[in-house]
Protein backbone atom coordinates (compact mmCIF):
# COMPACT_ATOMS: atom_id res chain seq x y z
CA UNK A 1 0.00 0.00 0.00
CA UNK A 2 1.18 3.41 -0.46
CA UNK A 3 1.85 6.13 2.20
CA UNK A 4 2.14 9.77 2.28
CA UNK A 5 4.68 11.65 5.08
CA UNK A 6 3.36 15.19 4.61
CA UNK A 7 5.98 18.10 6.24
CA UNK A 8 8.55 15.62 5.38
CA UNK A 9 10.93 18.42 5.25
CA UNK A 10 10.18 19.86 8.78
CA UNK A 11 12.07 18.82 11.87
CA UNK A 12 10.31 15.96 12.47
CA UNK A 13 9.17 15.15 9.32
CA UNK A 14 12.70 14.24 8.28
CA UNK A 15 13.45 12.52 11.55
CA UNK A 16 10.45 10.13 10.58
CA UNK A 17 11.81 10.34 6.90
CA UNK A 18 15.21 8.86 8.16
CA UNK A 19 14.13 6.03 10.19
CA UNK A 20 11.75 4.92 7.36
CA UNK A 21 14.71 4.61 5.13
CA UNK A 22 16.62 2.42 7.73
CA UNK A 23 13.66 0.22 8.25
CA UNK A 24 13.12 -0.19 4.06
CA UNK A 25 10.01 1.55 4.33
CA UNK A 26 9.33 4.22 1.13
CA UNK A 27 6.76 6.79 1.26
CA UNK A 28 5.75 9.82 -0.49
CA UNK A 29 7.41 12.83 0.28
CA UNK A 30 5.68 15.62 1.09
CA UNK A 31 5.13 19.45 1.89
CA UNK A 32 4.80 22.89 1.05
CA UNK A 33 8.84 23.97 0.29
CA UNK A 34 9.41 22.37 -3.14
CA UNK A 35 12.98 23.02 -3.24
CA UNK A 36 13.42 21.14 0.56
CA UNK A 37 11.21 18.22 -0.29
CA UNK A 38 13.07 17.58 -3.70
CA UNK A 39 16.50 17.54 -1.93
CA UNK A 40 15.59 15.06 0.88
CA UNK A 41 13.70 13.10 -1.71
CA UNK A 42 16.72 12.89 -4.05
CA UNK A 43 18.40 12.10 -0.59
CA UNK A 44 16.71 9.46 0.34
CA UNK A 45 15.71 8.38 -2.88
CA UNK A 46 12.33 8.38 -2.46
CA UNK A 47 9.41 9.81 -4.62
CA UNK A 48 8.21 13.48 -3.81
CA UNK A 49 5.39 16.24 -4.76
CA UNK A 50 4.73 19.72 -3.21
CA UNK A 51 1.67 20.98 -2.82
CA UNK A 52 0.22 23.56 -0.27
CA UNK A 53 -2.76 22.66 2.08
CA UNK A 54 -4.61 25.95 1.08
CA UNK A 55 -7.33 23.89 -0.87
CA UNK A 56 -8.48 20.45 0.24
CA UNK A 57 -9.49 20.12 -3.87
CA UNK A 58 -6.09 20.16 -4.16
CA UNK A 59 -4.45 18.12 -1.65
CA UNK A 60 -7.36 15.41 -2.50
CA UNK A 61 -6.19 15.50 -6.30
CA UNK A 62 -2.04 14.60 -4.76
CA UNK A 63 -3.82 12.10 -2.46
CA UNK A 64 -6.11 10.17 -5.51
CA UNK A 65 -3.67 7.28 -5.43
CA UNK A 66 -2.53 7.18 -1.35
CA UNK A 67 -3.93 4.88 1.07
CA UNK A 68 -2.73 6.70 4.42
CA UNK A 69 -1.19 10.06 5.24
CA UNK A 70 1.49 10.91 7.92
CA UNK A 71 0.78 14.34 8.74
CA UNK A 72 3.82 15.79 10.21
CA UNK A 73 3.22 19.93 9.29
CA UNK A 74 2.22 22.05 12.50
CA UNK A 75 1.00 24.23 13.97
CA UNK A 76 -1.96 21.45 13.25
CA UNK A 77 -4.32 24.19 14.37
CA UNK A 78 -4.23 25.55 11.23
CA UNK A 79 -3.21 22.64 8.57
CA UNK A 80 -5.43 19.72 10.62
CA UNK A 81 -8.77 20.44 9.06
CA UNK A 82 -7.62 20.96 5.32
CA UNK A 83 -5.97 17.52 5.34
CA UNK A 84 -8.37 15.60 7.33
CA UNK A 85 -11.58 16.83 4.90
CA UNK A 86 -8.68 16.34 1.91
CA UNK A 87 -8.38 12.53 3.29
CA UNK A 88 -12.04 12.33 3.58
CA UNK A 89 -12.29 13.39 0.22
CA UNK A 90 -10.06 10.41 -0.91
CA UNK A 91 -10.85 8.08 1.18
CA UNK A 92 -7.11 7.86 2.67
CA UNK A 93 -6.37 6.92 6.21
CA UNK A 94 -5.41 10.21 8.50
CA UNK A 95 -2.67 10.34 11.13
CA UNK A 96 -0.50 13.06 12.63
CA UNK A 97 1.83 13.66 15.61
CA UNK A 98 -0.42 16.30 16.96
CA UNK A 99 -0.08 16.97 20.76
CA UNK A 100 -3.00 20.41 20.71
CA UNK A 101 -6.49 19.75 22.65
CA UNK A 102 -8.39 21.24 20.30
CA UNK A 103 -7.25 18.86 17.62
CA UNK A 104 -8.15 16.35 19.39
CA UNK A 105 -11.67 17.20 20.00
CA UNK A 106 -12.16 18.16 16.47
CA UNK A 107 -11.01 14.98 15.41
CA UNK A 108 -13.19 12.82 17.91
CA UNK A 109 -16.31 15.21 16.30
CA UNK A 110 -16.01 14.13 12.86
CA UNK A 111 -15.83 10.40 13.69
CA UNK A 112 -19.07 9.58 12.32
CA UNK A 113 -17.55 11.27 9.06
CA UNK A 114 -14.42 8.88 9.29
CA UNK A 115 -16.68 5.98 9.46
CA UNK A 116 -18.77 6.82 6.57
CA UNK A 117 -15.43 7.36 3.99
CA UNK A 118 -14.28 4.42 5.43
CA UNK A 119 -11.11 5.67 7.18
CA UNK A 120 -8.80 5.14 10.60
CA UNK A 121 -8.16 9.06 11.80
CA UNK A 122 -5.71 8.82 14.35
CA UNK A 123 -4.14 11.90 15.96
CA UNK A 124 -1.42 11.98 18.61
CA UNK A 125 0.44 9.30 17.23
CA UNK A 126 3.71 10.57 18.54
CA UNK A 127 5.58 11.65 21.70
CA UNK A 128 1.96 12.85 21.82
CA UNK A 129 0.49 11.16 23.16
CA UNK A 130 1.55 7.75 22.74
CA UNK A 131 3.62 6.79 25.64
CA UNK A 132 0.94 8.38 27.94
CA UNK A 133 -2.28 6.67 26.35
CA UNK A 134 -1.22 3.52 27.15
CA UNK A 135 -0.40 4.06 30.13
CA UNK A 136 -4.12 5.07 30.77
CA UNK A 137 -5.03 2.12 28.93
CA UNK A 138 -2.95 -0.03 31.26
CA UNK A 139 -4.52 1.60 34.27
CA UNK A 140 -8.38 1.40 33.19
CA UNK A 141 -7.06 -2.33 32.74
CA UNK A 142 -5.67 -2.73 36.05
CA UNK A 143 -7.71 -0.57 38.05
CA UNK A 144 -11.36 -0.65 36.01
CA UNK A 145 -13.95 1.74 38.55
CA UNK A 146 -10.59 4.43 37.94
CA UNK A 147 -12.43 7.96 38.61
CA UNK A 148 -9.16 9.98 38.66
CA UNK A 149 -5.60 9.98 36.43
CA UNK A 150 -2.73 11.86 37.21
CA UNK A 151 -0.37 11.72 34.67
CA UNK A 152 3.57 13.29 35.30
CA UNK A 153 6.16 13.55 32.52
CA UNK A 154 9.72 14.63 33.71
CA UNK A 155 13.16 15.07 30.96
CA UNK A 156 10.85 15.51 27.72
CA UNK A 157 13.87 16.19 25.85
CA UNK A 158 16.93 17.99 25.00
CA UNK A 159 14.98 20.54 23.21
CA UNK A 160 12.37 21.46 20.88
CA UNK A 161 11.64 22.24 17.38
CA UNK A 162 10.46 25.45 15.63
CA UNK A 163 6.87 23.56 15.46
CA UNK A 164 6.75 22.74 19.23
CA UNK A 165 7.70 25.96 20.08
CA UNK A 166 4.76 27.69 18.04
CA UNK A 167 2.12 25.65 19.43
CA UNK A 168 3.58 25.92 22.61
CA UNK A 169 3.45 29.89 22.46
CA UNK A 170 0.23 29.89 20.77
CA UNK A 171 -0.89 27.35 23.59
CA UNK A 172 0.12 30.15 26.25
CA UNK A 173 -2.40 32.44 25.60
CA UNK A 174 -5.21 29.76 26.19
CA UNK A 175 -3.70 29.40 29.32
CA UNK A 176 -4.26 25.89 31.23
CA UNK A 177 -6.97 23.28 31.18
CA UNK A 178 -7.59 19.73 33.21
CA UNK A 179 -10.72 17.42 32.95
CA UNK A 180 -13.07 17.72 35.54
CA UNK A 181 -16.37 15.32 35.87
CA UNK A 182 -16.00 14.56 32.61
CA UNK A 183 -15.50 17.92 30.94
CA UNK A 184 -12.76 20.25 30.39
CA UNK A 185 -12.46 23.36 32.40
CA UNK A 186 -9.91 25.79 31.23
CA UNK A 187 -7.94 27.25 34.58
CA UNK A 188 -5.32 29.33 35.34
CA UNK A 189 -1.37 28.54 34.01
CA UNK A 190 0.41 26.72 36.86
CA UNK A 191 -2.76 26.17 38.30
CA UNK A 192 -1.38 23.19 40.68
CA UNK A 193 1.15 21.56 41.56
CA UNK A 194 2.36 18.04 42.72
CA UNK A 195 4.76 15.51 43.03
CA UNK A 196 6.00 12.35 41.14
CA UNK A 197 8.43 9.80 42.20
CA UNK A 198 10.03 9.97 38.65
CA UNK A 199 13.14 8.49 40.12
CA UNK A 200 14.95 8.09 43.85
CA UNK A 201 13.22 11.25 45.05
CA UNK A 202 9.97 12.97 44.36
CA UNK A 203 10.23 15.61 41.80
CA UNK A 204 7.94 19.26 41.91
CA UNK A 205 5.47 19.14 38.84
CA UNK A 206 3.26 21.68 37.56
CA UNK A 207 -0.63 21.42 35.52
CA UNK A 208 -0.19 21.53 31.82
CA UNK A 209 -2.45 21.63 29.31
CA UNK A 210 -1.43 18.29 27.47
CA UNK A 211 -3.31 16.55 25.25
CA UNK A 212 -4.09 13.65 27.29
CA UNK A 213 -6.97 15.65 28.57
CA UNK A 214 -8.91 15.14 25.31
CA UNK A 215 -7.30 11.35 24.52
CA UNK A 216 -6.85 9.64 27.95
CA UNK A 217 -11.01 10.88 28.90
CA UNK A 218 -11.73 8.74 24.74
CA UNK A 219 -9.78 6.16 24.92
CA UNK A 220 -10.49 4.99 29.34
CA UNK A 221 -13.66 7.16 30.25
CA UNK A 222 -11.85 8.00 33.61
CA UNK A 223 -13.87 11.66 34.27
CA UNK A 224 -10.81 13.55 36.49
CA UNK A 225 -7.50 13.99 34.53
CA UNK A 226 -4.53 16.08 35.28
CA UNK A 227 -1.54 16.10 33.57
CA UNK A 228 1.76 17.54 34.76
CA UNK A 229 5.30 18.31 34.03
CA UNK A 230 8.41 18.03 36.13
CA UNK A 231 9.93 21.50 37.00
CA UNK A 232 11.49 24.60 39.32
CA UNK A 233 10.09 26.79 41.64
CA UNK A 234 10.81 29.72 39.32
CA UNK A 235 9.45 28.38 36.44
CA UNK A 236 6.21 27.89 38.08
CA UNK A 237 6.84 31.90 39.26
CA UNK A 238 7.37 32.57 35.86
CA UNK A 239 4.42 30.79 34.63
CA UNK A 240 2.23 32.41 37.20
CA UNK A 241 3.72 36.15 35.93
CA UNK A 242 2.94 35.15 32.42
CA UNK A 243 -0.77 34.33 33.52
CA UNK A 244 -1.17 37.87 34.15
CA UNK A 245 -0.46 39.08 30.55
CA UNK A 246 -2.06 36.65 28.85
CA UNK A 247 -4.78 38.39 27.04
CA UNK A 248 -1.57 40.40 25.53
CA UNK A 249 -0.08 36.92 24.36
CA UNK A 250 -3.37 36.41 22.97
CA UNK A 251 -2.84 39.26 20.51
CA UNK A 252 -2.48 38.75 16.51
CA UNK A 253 0.48 41.38 16.42
CA UNK A 254 1.93 39.37 19.30
CA UNK A 255 1.48 35.85 17.99
CA UNK A 256 2.76 37.04 14.59
CA UNK A 257 6.05 38.57 16.38
CA UNK A 258 7.24 35.95 18.55
CA UNK A 259 6.29 32.98 15.99
CA UNK A 260 8.68 34.75 13.96
CA UNK A 261 10.89 34.80 16.19
CA UNK A 262 10.76 31.97 17.04
CA UNK A 263 11.47 30.75 13.35
CA UNK A 264 14.65 32.78 13.69
CA UNK A 265 16.09 31.44 16.93
CA UNK A 266 14.76 27.71 17.23
CA UNK A 267 15.88 24.54 15.25
CA UNK A 268 15.38 22.10 17.08
CA UNK A 269 17.37 19.41 19.01
CA UNK A 270 20.80 18.35 18.17
CA UNK A 271 21.33 14.26 17.02
CA UNK A 272 23.78 14.16 19.63
CA UNK A 273 21.03 15.63 22.50
CA UNK A 274 18.41 13.75 21.19
CA UNK A 275 20.57 10.16 21.92
CA UNK A 276 21.68 11.35 25.88
CA UNK A 277 17.99 12.62 26.56
CA UNK A 278 15.70 10.12 28.29
CA UNK A 279 12.38 10.75 29.78
CA UNK A 280 10.15 9.62 32.73
CA UNK A 281 6.30 9.32 32.74
CA UNK A 282 4.35 8.49 35.71
CA UNK A 283 0.42 7.35 36.04
CA UNK A 284 -1.29 7.05 38.70
CA UNK A 285 -5.07 6.17 38.81
CA UNK A 286 -7.41 6.36 42.11
CA UNK A 287 -10.50 4.85 42.98
CA UNK A 288 -11.32 5.44 46.47
CA UNK A 289 -8.69 3.73 48.61
CA UNK A 290 -7.05 1.71 46.06
CA UNK A 291 -4.69 3.31 43.23
CA UNK A 292 -2.31 1.92 40.82
CA UNK A 293 0.84 3.39 39.77
CA UNK A 294 2.96 2.61 36.41
CA UNK A 295 6.26 4.49 36.02
CA UNK A 296 7.89 4.36 31.92
CA UNK A 297 11.47 5.13 30.93
CA UNK A 298 11.86 5.91 27.67
CA UNK A 299 13.87 7.65 25.01
CA UNK A 300 14.03 11.54 24.32
CA UNK A 301 10.58 12.18 23.15
CA UNK A 302 11.60 13.49 18.89
CA UNK A 303 13.10 10.10 18.61
CA UNK A 304 9.99 8.20 20.66
CA UNK A 305 8.14 10.03 17.64
CA UNK A 306 9.66 8.75 15.51
CA UNK A 307 9.43 4.98 16.23
CA UNK A 308 6.11 5.39 17.70
CA UNK A 309 4.58 7.40 14.32
CA UNK A 310 6.39 4.71 11.72
CA UNK A 311 4.81 2.07 14.28
CA UNK A 312 0.69 3.13 13.80
CA UNK A 313 1.94 3.41 10.30
CA UNK A 314 2.64 0.06 9.84
CA UNK A 315 -0.12 -1.45 11.82
CA UNK A 316 -2.76 0.49 10.11
CA UNK A 317 -1.52 -0.14 6.28
CA UNK A 318 -1.55 -4.21 7.86
CA UNK A 319 -5.27 -4.10 8.08
CA UNK A 320 -7.94 -5.37 10.90
CA UNK A 321 -8.27 -1.94 12.81
CA UNK A 322 -12.10 -0.20 13.18
CA UNK A 323 -12.81 2.79 10.82
CA UNK A 324 -13.69 5.88 12.68
CA UNK A 325 -11.66 8.45 15.08
CA UNK A 326 -9.43 6.63 17.55
CA UNK A 327 -6.80 7.48 19.86
CA UNK A 328 -3.50 5.47 19.61
CA UNK A 329 -4.16 3.19 22.33
CA UNK A 330 -8.12 2.15 21.12
CA UNK A 331 -6.27 1.53 17.66
CA UNK A 332 -3.63 -0.66 18.67
CA UNK A 333 -4.47 -1.66 22.22
CA UNK A 334 -2.00 -0.22 25.19
CA UNK A 335 0.62 -2.82 24.37
CA UNK A 336 1.20 -0.47 21.29
CA UNK A 337 4.34 0.90 23.01
CA UNK A 338 6.19 -2.84 22.93
CA UNK A 339 7.08 -1.76 19.69
CA UNK A 340 8.98 1.23 20.79
CA UNK A 341 12.66 0.76 21.70
CA UNK A 342 13.71 1.64 24.59
CA UNK A 343 10.70 1.64 26.30
CA UNK A 344 10.46 0.03 29.70
CA UNK A 345 7.30 -0.11 32.33
CA UNK A 346 7.75 -0.72 36.37
CA UNK A 347 4.65 -0.90 38.44
CA UNK A 348 5.40 0.91 41.57
CA UNK A 349 2.05 1.48 43.68
Known amino acids: MTWMLYGANGYTGKLIARLAK ?30 SLLSSDEIASNLQDVDLVLHCAG ?3 ATFRPMLNACLKAKAHYLDVTGEIGVFEELFSRNSDCVDAGITAISGVGFDVVPTDCLAAMIKERLPGTTQLRLGIAGVGAGISRGTAKTMFEGTAHGGCIRQDGKLVRVPLAYKTTKFPFNHKSTISVTMPWGDLATAYRSTGIP ?6 ATTTNAIMFMRLAELFRPILASPPVQTIG ?21 VIVANGKFGDMQCTFRMRCPEGYTLTSH ?20 PSMAFGANLVNAIPGIEIETIA
Request: glycine share 10%; aromatic share 8%.
Open 22 to 51: EKGLKPILAGRNSVQVEQLGKELDMPWRAF
Open 75 to 77: PFS
Open 224 to 229: NIEVYF
Open 259 to 279: KQMISKYISGPTDEGRSTAKC
Open 308 to 327: SALACVEKLLAGGVATGALT
